[in-house]
């Protein structure tokens, strides 16, 4: 257990935030609630959107700008959307040494100031689809925040897509729901399950919403990412229309969707250990560290020389850093990188350097390896590979272990409050039993895969069921 | 000239913002003063961002987040911080549905914000230096606003250093000078005065600022960058201390420094033209465009089948696209393309195939030129090149020929009506006589080169000089 970090057997939610401090990855900052990224999670911020925007614009979406200050009537006119967030708005009320005739809120999402601009540039079918992205800031005023997973302000993407047809605007947000699955999976390595929200769970102006759901640890869920089919909500909140090639004005269809810094504490959660941050390697920011051992100054100066030749073609290959620094001893420097999260560390001292071998250590798994200084360029890159993989395959058995079929009410509460998880109950999809659900039990649905179906009876009524739904606790 | 392009000669500020509607670069959005930065503007940004990062991580710095809001209180513990600062702010009293007990601004600078956690992240000589860099948006309550050179909410990069010494952080704030000044000069091909500004037009707070000075094509001056020596200002602020190698409890030592999307108001002032934008081949999005042209079916396909071998290797080499769009004619698309200031335009139809040769068209010039279609992967990145280069020389040489030596204050007064342009004179460092030529000619002392130095007399008083100093008129 490394110094200074909580057991998850002790106290899970202490073994978050230690792992975060111990990491270096974010702090909480003087105004309750809001959080200073550190260095250490930024890097994997801006890894995480390289990626991400890679994807984006290889589907042919581009980048834009919208303001942060909308007017507070803006979010007045779609109606269920003023209901959901009004209440969560930060709201300026002076600029400039005066008060402001209009308030202004801080955007909590920008469906209605985007929504107000595509007004003006939709006119034709010859402008639709419009495919735009922002990465942005927003605030939403949380009482209870934990840091990345909940906090005040934080940073995301939101796409805000215009089309011409329901069937666009319902393919599109399918087609970013597979992306966020993509990235969940392929990089995170975090398994995720895919569906669509009740309505009581959607977001507040869409007619659907989909989502990605992983499981952390402690057997919560976690959503990580939604696509919402707009339909025409916002079209006609701000009367958008178009005219489509038949000549027919018509009110234009819509998608938003988004995934924040919250995938950070996702990614905590899903692979660190007792000892500290655990990262895969495509997301982390240093995927190799090199650790030197000498003792006196004609050791490190051979050790260093053999060392930049070893390390003389890895440059692009993969990212490494040689630590050579002076004032800490190589078991600091293993500890520290340990709690960093790095895939690999490379030990190679005097000895090694006789042997013409250097030890390899896997983060994920502890294992050691020696492995030859002419075979470490290509042996790298392929480990790396395989603690991709295996990080995937834990995370994955491991909610496959603790996702049960459930149909027996009072046996459900039991294990929700004894092993927690995902069940997969039948629900007779009524607002009522949902409510009655989650005062009762804690928990909600989180995801019902419409492709999936199998009669029975809903477990808190004994009314038909079409198909079972993921019920858990949730962050 | 364009249709619906001002020229630069009958109207140059409605010709700025004509090009930028023509581009489709920006928008004003609903709250007043606020920008939409549209997908081809936030181009143009990604682009600078993506070589100021570059530069800023090959210089050992770092980025971060910290967060939007910053309690008031913080602001005013730098006595000229508030002063410069808290005018300008946008403040937020209400979070929640509820009052808030204290009043937060929304982020002018960060200064304030950053020092706070510096305090909790620096003991001891071993933490230093901090060399953070954030990117993020800022907010000015601003009245007199345009697109991009002034607004009320802009995005920028901060970035905000800690040193051990004086020296380090005077060194820092003139590497960040550089930095700036090769961007601006090798990227942008925008040529800039470096030197550091007068006490009345430092940063609040600083003990000294140095700055990149532009002219742009109306001969007025923009200010396009800042480096600022903070001195112990922050850290006495803040009490932050740090023990000395020796031992000693001492504060610790700072600098800040930012560039914003008013970048892109010097790029466009810098090149345009009454066509439209031009933009420098480094930072255009797409730098290359073709233009097949056919007519009917049959030359459609032998031409685009053509095209397509003649690309194949392309990719990688620039940025290019073909626009084969069958709903637009070529003519349309040459001037939606010159529009949107493309380096270069293909033009290849069907006698071009006979003949086995393009035509390249540059957008600075206008130049026309055939060229064998195995020549163009060679030709073109030699042409882009070239534009880069006579950018940045017709450039320098507006500047060079809009700089003039003065030393009659009656002088100064009637050519800055009659021409604009940089008048170096002589001043006797006093803020008084700053004041009084302000007042009198609407022009500043835009940056003082302290590395030269020629005795004279004061323009304004006829007192001592110990160099002469740039005076403009400035955006």
Redesign the interface.
């Known amino acids: 257990m490394a110094k200074g970090i909580t057991k998850r057997s002790e106290d899970y939610s202490r073994w978050y935030l230690d792992v975060i401090a111990a990491a270096k990855l974010a702090?909480y900052?003087?105004?309750k609630g809001?959080?200073?990224?550190?260095?250490n999670?930024?890097?994997i911020?801006?890894r995480m959107q390289a990626e991400l925007d890679t994807m984006f614009k290889e589907s042919g979406h581009?980048?834009?700008?919208?303001?942060?200050?909308?007017?507070e009537s803006?979010l007045k006119k779609e109606a269920e959307h003023v209901e959901g967030f009004?209440?969560?708005?930060?709201?300026?009320?002076?600029?400039?040494?005066k008060k402001l005739e209009e308030r202004?809120v801080?955007r909590p999402t920008s469906e209605t100031?985007i929504w107000?601009?595509y007004k003006?540039w939709i006119q034709s079918h010859?402008d639709l689809p419009i495919l735009?992205n922002q990465w942005?800031?927003v605030?939403r005023?949380e009482?209870r925040t934990r840091l990345f997973l909940r906090t005040?302000?934080f940073?995301w993407q939101e796409g805000h897509t215009a089309h011409a047809t329901a069937g666009e605007a319902q393919e599109e947000t399918l087609r970013i729901l597979e992306i966020y699955r993509i990235f969940a999976e392929d990089f995170m390595a975090m398994p995720v399950l895919t569906g669509v929200k009740s309505e009581r769970e959607k977001f507040a102006g869409a007619l659907q919403t989909y989502a990605i759901e992983a499981m952390m640890q402690d057997c919560k869920a976690l959503q990580a990412g939604t696509s919402h089919n707009l339909g025409q909500n916002f079209a006609k909140a701000f009367d958008v229309k178009f005219q489509s090639e038949e000549g027919n004005l018509e009110h234009v269809w819509a998608t938003s969707w988004g995934v924040s810094t919250r995938l950070i504490g996702g990614l905590i959660m899903s692979h660190s250990d007792d000892l500290g941050l655990v990262l895969p390697p495509k997301l982390a920011p240093l995927q190799v560290v090199v650790v030197p051992i000498w003792r006196g100054d004609d050791e490190k100066s051979s050790v260093l020389e053999r060392l930049s030749a070893i390390t003389a073609d890895w440059k692009g290959k993969f990212r490494f850093r040689i630590d050579d620094r002076d004032?800490y001893r190589p078991g600091w420097k293993f500890n520290e990188w340990e709690k960093q999260g790095v895939p690999i560390r490379i030990e190679i001292g005097p000895r090694d350097l006789e042997s013409g071998e250097a030890v390899l250590v896997r983060r994920d798994s502890g294992e050691k390896e020696r492995i030859p200084h002419d075979r470490l360029l290509t042996e790298i890159p392929t480990v790396l590979q395989q603690i991709q993989k295996d990080l995937f395959k834990r995370a994955a058995d491991f909610r496959d272990a603790n996702t049960h079929t459930c149909d027996d009410y009072d046996d459900l509460k039991q294990r929700l409050d004894e092993d927690g998880g995902f069940y997969r109950v039948h629900w007779n999809g009524k607002r009522e039993s949902e409510e009655r659900l989650q005062n009762e039990t804690k928990a909600t649905i989180r995801v019902i895969q419409t492709e999936q179906s199998e009669k029975g009876s809903c477990i808190l009524t004994g009314e038909p069921s079409e198909r079972r739904v993921v019920v858990a606790r949730a962050y």
Not at 34 to 39: E, K
């Open positions: 702090d900052a003087p105004v809001c959080m200073v990224i550190r260095p999670g930024y890097a911020w801006e581009v980048n834009a700008y919208f303001p942060l200050l909308i007017p803006y009004a209440p969560e708005c930060a709201v300026v009320t002076q600029g400039g040494g202004l801080i100031i107000s601009m003006d010859r735009i942005a800031n605030v005023w009482m005040m302000e940073l004032n």
